[in-house]
């Protein structure tokens, strides 16, 4: 089956202790994001990567990292989380627009990691 | 001003009825329009694409942009109670990564 997979759905932390949320896909697509998710703000984008190597800020970045060794998995790294990072975070992959016509522009999102920082 | 405008709702309907869903945009740029629906306590899954302006129809929904006006919209026949959901309108130029999205709407369809 086609999808996303994150990793934890849930994970409760205190302020300060590294976390990494791991994000997997298995459609072999070149784009990859990150977004958080909180009421009255919509979703909100934190990193994109267009291919392996290749990753660049959206527009919430700040003290958030990624990476993108391989071209299926695009980690989210929170290196001193603080309480304000308290949201709900979903990752994402399409392939690279033009490729799948008009639906290659729609993201596959996964289930999303509820993240509580304490 | 956000870039994508959508009111957050909830909106409440009968079963049967026929629900529409809209957002406005301000960047001319967008080219590709999508409508992604999200259960509670799960990511948004694509329902709807369009590009430039234009109808599309698929089963009991059907999607509207009207680019002269910077509004796009869904529409939903014979709603059903499985429809509640929040509905986000989604937007990409050409050539961007970034897709922008509206807030979201609920919708709550009773039985």
């Known amino acids: 089956e086609a999808q996303v997979t994150q990793n934890p759905r849930y994970l409760i932390t205190v302020t300060g202790k590294k976390l990494t949320v791991t994000c997997s896909q298995n459609m072999n697509h070149e784009y990859m994001s990150w977004y958080r998710q909180d009421p009255g703000l919509g979703l909100r984008q934190i990193y994109y990567s267009m291919n392996v190597e290749v990753t660049d800020k959206g527009d919430v970045p700040e003290g958030y990292k990624v990476s993108r060794k391989e071209k299926r998995n695009f980690p989210l790294i929170l290196e001193s989380p603080s309480p304000n990072q308290t949201s709900l975070y979903f990752c994402a992959s399409s392939m690279r627009p033009g490729q799948g016509g008009v639906s290659g522009y729609g993201y596959t999102f996964g289930s999303g990691t509820r993240l509580t920082v304490v | 001003q956000k870039e994508v405008e959508q009111d957050p709702g909830p909106l409440s309907v009968p079963e049967g009825a026929i629900v529409s869903l809209n957002c406005t945009y301000s960047n001319s740029a967008f080219q590709y329009f999508m409508w992604y629906r999200q259960y509670s306590r799960k990511g948004p899954e694509l329902l709807m694409y369009?590009?430039?302006?234009g109808n599309k129809e698929d089963g009991r929904f059907t999607a509207q942009v009207d680019k002269s006006s910077k509004y796009i919209s869904l529409f939903i026949r014979d709603s059903q109670p499985s429809d509640s959901a929040t509905y986000l309108c989604a937007m990409r130029s050409t050539g961007f990564q970034k897709l922008v999205f509206g807030t979201g709407t609920r919708l709550l369809v009773s039985p």
């Open positions: 369009t590009y430039s302006s």
